[in-house]
């Protein structure tokens, strides 16, 4: 059996082989049941995020593509929903179902943790001992929780986290415009390698820390002769202390909430995370399907109640 996480951005896919990632921006028109061809004949088990692509005028629109082009290719897929059960055809239950897969395969070994799932886009921020209470809740439900931080290490406009920055002891206010991406900050700040940045840069230019310098001054409006490398560090670095501030307090709220003793990490961010905040990654438990985890973890559970290993 195979485990699929469709997002709006990326098509994750777990197999024996190991983590197969490929980009998909549904709102492009990617070709999702193409992309899924060389995965055909195989049993499936499927997570999604990706209905809230704008491509669709809702949800449902979104969950019936999804489904249909899933089952084009695979035709024995069965979809996890947020009612923690898996089901054959498009219900509403499927929207963004995929962090309480994660939760589903972890909440027993680790109980007493709170998961945080870094990823390009967003932050999970799962209290693994409230599983019950979890179930049901949509996207805007964990907003309201703080549950959901939208956030990640690649796709975030810096603009998004910080209104101004202060550059040589000046409030600068900064443009709305999507000029530099956390994957540039991070990129520049040496939290992330070159080949990590797979998202396109938002000038659709190189993906090296010269390329991402000259976007960040951008979001001053400036060039690098006006401020200098280090003036576009500075902005890489004061929104990457927005994007932690806000991660932790997520973090702290769960931890509080919840009682939880511990943190555990998944995702591109899952050992900068750690670090910064006092985790363990998940990658030392369970290896590199980490990456991918709602894709390993809806195969996984899925495995284990129909009894197989």
Not at 50 to 69: H, P, S, Y
Request: hydrophobic residues 45%.
């Amino acid at each position: 059996m195979i485990g699929i996480d469709i997002g709006g951005a990326n098509l994750k896919v777990v197999d024996d082989a190991g983590v197969h990632i490929h980009y998909c921006p549904l709102w492009q028109g990617a070709p999702l049941a193409a992309l899924l061809k060389p995965y055909a004949g195989e049993d499936a088990a499927v997570v999604m995020s990706g209905e809230l692509a704008d491509c669709f005028t809702n949800k449902m629109d979104g969950i019936r593509w999804i489904v249909g082009a899933v089952r084009e290719v695979i035709p024995a897929a069965v979809f996890y929903g947020t009612d923690a059960a898996f089901h054959t055809r498009p219900v509403p239950a499927l929207a963004a179902a995929n962090w309480l897969a994660s939760a589903d395969y972890l909440r027993e070994d680790y109980a007493d943790a709170v998961l945080l799932d870094v990823g390009s886009t967003t932050a999970d921020v799962i209290p693994l001992n409230c599983f019950e209470d979890l179930k049901g809740l949509t996207d805007t439900r964990r907003l309201q929780e703080r549950y959901l931080v939208y956030t990640g290490m690649l796709r975030t406009n810096v603009a998004t986290l910080v209104s101004s920055v202060t550059l040589d002891g000046t409030v600068t206010p900064v443009s709305t415009e999507y000029f530099a991406s956390s994957a540039d900050a991070h990129l520049v700040l040496g939290h992330i390698a070159p080949e990590d940045y797979t998202s396109p840069a938002p000038d659709n230019g190189e993906k090296t820390p010269e390329a991402a310098l000259r976007r960040l001054a951008r979001v001053v409006c400036a060039d690098l002769d006006e401020i200098g490398e280090s003036g576009a560090r500075t902005v890489a670095r004061q929104f990457w202390d927005a994007q932690r501030t806000v991660i932790a307090r997520a973090v702290e709220h769960a931890v509080s909430r919840s009682g939880a003793g511990r943190l555990i990490t998944a995702g591109i961010g899952a050992d900068l995370f750690a670090r910064e905040l006092g985790g363990v990654t998940l990658d030392e438990e369970i290896g590199e399907v980490s990456d991918a985890l709602p894709a390993y973890a809806v195969r996984e559970v899925a495995l284990r109640r129909a009894g197989g290993t």
